[in-house]
């Protein structure tokens, strides 16, 4: 069994944060976008987990990307460079993000909230570990 395999049949509830491990955010999304870098604000971020995003107060248009260089545009159209994503309100998904794409893109159409949380185990760790 592959770790993808492993943490996919290993999907766990949010755990509290610690001072030392940081598995949930709740970010500030608004009409002006932002960027974020996961990998300094996820504790074991480079492991592979499964994340949940879900999107509190608004429409969250969102996109990964490696580096902070990029933009989304909720507006773009075709396959432009800020062609993005959109997390209904009151929704959540569940994915797995590449090792190397840290950078998370957000915008709304108002402020609102994303929540992001590890959900998953890599094959050593227990919950105390993210």
């Known amino acids: 069994m592959t770790q993808v395999q492993f943490e996919e049949a290993n999907i766990i509830a ?5 001072d030392n491990h940081k ?16 990998s300094t604000l996820l ?6 987990h499964f994340i ?4 509190e107060g ?3 248009y969102y996109a990964f990307g ?6 989304i545009d909720e507006t773009a159209r075709d396959a432009g460079n800020t062609v993005c994503q959109v997390l209904f ?9 590449p090792d190397d794409y840290t950078h998370l893109y957000v915008k709304s159409g108002t402020t609102c909230v994303l929540r992001i949380a590890v959900t998953s185990l890599a094959p ?5 570990d993210l």
Do not use: C, F, H
Request: proline fraction near 4%.
């Open 89 to 97: 309100e009151g929704t959540s998904k569940s994915m797995r993000i």
């Open 66 to 71: 490696p580096n902070d260089a990029g933009a």
């Open 23 to 38: 598995a949930q955010l709740a970010l500030d999304v608004d009409t002006a976008g932002d960027s974020y870098d996961l």
């Open 124 to 128: 050593t760790q227990g919950a105390r």
């Open 14 to 18: 949010p755990v509290l944060n610690t």
């Open 58 to 60: 608004g429409d969250v």
């Open 43 to 48: 504790t074991n971020w480079s492991r592979g």
């Open 52 to 55: 949940e995003l879900t999107a």
